[in-house]
């Protein structure tokens, strides 16, 4: 689908496989923007239409395309962009669980969506922000301070949700254990893993465990080894992980990469 006064520490993200797009090109290009704890990213026109296939990662996007600005939401399966030729893209890749501050509306409102984001701001808000994008000689620039500024006027992140975070990125999490290490009832530990990041612990763990399984495939590790290493019990259960969230085979979704 990108990020620069700094708000303290963000969640880590996830690492990225090939920045979200399963088959991205060469053309896509990103930075980090620390002032959000996230990634600005860029990619130019295509001369030829396609179609895209973004895997689900944890975090949600800010865009600007065509002078309008919307936003993508998280994922729980790959969403299948598909753009005309001629369109190019810049983002503002969010960390896990900072989007909601930045944008107002609980994570899980935008689920598998993408809105424009006069549908979540003051319509002159989002005139003005757009007016600056389309007169800047770095856009990308204007887009992560305005977040910035936003970020820095909300209220302070749970702390606990970078716990969540780091304990979902790690091998054999248990839903009971992270409740309890965090003070919280399961429930309520559901209800702030569904606003902050859009679903449940166990999703979000699922999905950055196939993102770090992907990314040590693309290192040259064998699929039995990269399920063991992620905490699947065998290549078979990874690989029923994949094909659900990034809706296809392991095999299809590497013949699709560069």
Request: proline share 13%; net charge positive.
């Amino acid at each position: 689908m990108s990020r620069p006064a700094s708000p303290g520490p963000s969640p880590p993200a996830p690492p990225p496989l090939r920045s979200g797009e399963a088959g991205a090109r060469s053309d896509y290009r990103e930075r980090p923007a620390p002032a959000v704890g996230g990634t600005l990213w860029v990619r130019p026109p295509r001369p030829v239409p396609g179609t895209a296939r973004i895997l689900p990662d944890g975090c949600m996007d800010l865009l600007w395309s065509e002078g309008r600005l919307s936003v993508a939401g998280p994922d729980t399966r790959a969403h299948l962009a598909h753009d005309p030729p001629g369109r190019d893209w810049l983002g503002l890749r969010f960390p896990p669980g900072t989007a909601p501050l930045v944008l107002g509306v609980p994570a899980v409102e935008l689920r598998d969506a993408r809105v424009p984001l006069t549908g979540l701001w003051p319509a002159a808000e989002v005139r003005e922000l757009e007016d600056r994008l389309s007169r800047a000689a770095a856009p990308g620039a204007v887009l992560e301070e305005h977040a910035a500024v936003r970020l820095r006027a909300a209220p302070p992140p749970d702390p606990r949700l970078r716990e969540v975070v780091r304990a979902a990125a790690r091998p054999g999490m248990r839903v009971a254990d992270l409740a309890e290490r965090l003070g919280v009832g399961e429930r309520r530990l559901h209800r702030r893993c569904l606003e902050a990041f859009g679903y449940g612990p166990r999703t979000l763990h699922r999905v950055l465990r196939m993102r770090r399984a992907l990314v040590l495939i693309d290192a040259g590790r064998a699929p039995a080894e990269a399920a063991h290493l992620v905490g699947c019990a065998d290549q078979a259960h990874l690989s029923r992980e994949i094909r659900t969230l990034a809706g296809v085979p392991l095999r299809e979704l590497r013949r699709s990469a560069p």
